[in-house]
């Protein structure tokens, strides 16, 4: 589980090289809800540390949510206007 632990911040502190595109900001989300899984299941946290981790990963959730329901709106309506034009 240490390996894991490592594995993952090790990934979320090489992620900002790459590119920010929504594909990035998936995975990036990805492994920082895994690091925070992982602190959770050790429980070695206060309470204060735990509700702020926790609101971030809800505010992460709620982000990634909005950017997918915006991505297929723009998808359905281009795919709208190409059936129009056609």
Excluded: C, F
């Amino acid at each position: 589980m240490l390996k894991s632990i490592i594995g993952a911040i090790a990934l979320a502190l090489a992620a900002p090289t790459l590119a920010q595109s929504d594909t990035k900001k998936d995975v990036d989300n990805s492994v920082k809800n895994t690091v925070d899984d992982a602190k959770d299941k050790l429980g070695t946290d206060s309470g204060t540390a735990k509700a702020k981790r926790h609101a971030k990963k809800a505010a992460r959730n709620t982000k990634a949510k909005a950017r997918h329901t915006k991505n297929d709106v723009k998808d359905k309506t281009e795919k709208a206007k190409n059936d129009v034009t056609k």
